[in-house]
């Protein structure tokens, strides 16, 4: 059973609007949550992260919000670039960093 | 030069072999992972080490095997291909020293085909 999902597999942006990519969970015991992303022939790269323990976390154009409650992160891109343009793929683990779960990604396409 | 390095980068198969997949890192991380990635279902842990002698099963390790040759090598190995097994494949690290485990570093990939 998938713990982590990213229900959209695609989204399109206008070049220079945000982008707002979403991910939901079901583990309640996940303690941190990470964004990477992916261009074609490419391992992941990872992007930003945030503690659980928090609910908001930015890194220049890159904003991570966390929902507790509702079990759902998402990421913000303001604003968006043509070389954003790729998978973008987030991922759940515990305090032990042991094991990672990964959602089935978004392909985000950002229309110059 | 690429930190972490996966050999071959493509490999096609056939039902019954066996396979090895090797990755090596010159990051100096003591955790290594191997993942899968298929089409829909997003990337998934086979399995991880912490190190040479610290070796763990993930989320689908069954028909799998691995070996930590050393704190900078970590092969995957298919001791029986099956088509099932025809995915992309993704070895990662990460490191406990900085205090940034979480923050994963990939490899390019191995493409395996099993016919």
């Known amino acids: 059973d998938q713990q982590v999902k990213q229900n959209s597999p695609s989204l399109s942006v206008q070049e220079g609007r945000i982008s707002i990519l979403n991910c939901d969970y079901t583990n309640s015991m996940f303690d941190y949550f990470l964004w990477y992303k992916k261009y074609p022939a490419e391992g992941p790269t990872f992007l930003i992260s945030?503690?659980?323990?928090?609910d908001k976390n930015e890194d220049g154009r890159f904003t991570v919000f966390l929902n507790k409650s509702a079990k759902h992160l998402s990421l913000h891109i303001v604003p968006s670039q043509p070389g954003d343009s790729a998978v973008y793929f987030c991922a759940a683990t515990s305090l032990t960093g042991n094991q990672f779960y990964f959602g089935t990604g978004t392909s985000l396409t950002v229309i110059p | 030069d690429a930190d972490v390095t996966q050999t071959p980068r493509n490999r096609i198969t056939k039902t019954g072999k066996r396979i090895m997949l090797e990755c090596s890192q010159t990051k100096g991380h003591d955790r290594m992972y191997w993942y899968r990635q298929d089409p829909g279902l997003g990337l998934r842990l086979i399995y991880y080490?912490?190190?040479?002698?610290?070796?763990n099963k993930g989320e689908i390790s069954d028909g799998y095997s691995v070996s930590r040759q050393a704190q900078a090598k970590f092969s995957l190995s298919l001791e029986s291909a099956i088509p099932n097994q025809t995915a992309l494949y993704f070895c990662?690290?990460?490191?406990?020293?900085?205090?940034?485990?979480?923050?994963?570093?990939f490899g390019p990939g191995t493409r395996l085909t099993v016919t």
């Open positions: 945030i503690s659980s323990i928090k």
């Open positions: 990662a690290t990460s490191d406990t020293g900085t205090g940034k485990v979480y923050e994963q570093y």
């Open positions: 080490s912490f190190d040479v002698k610290d070796i």
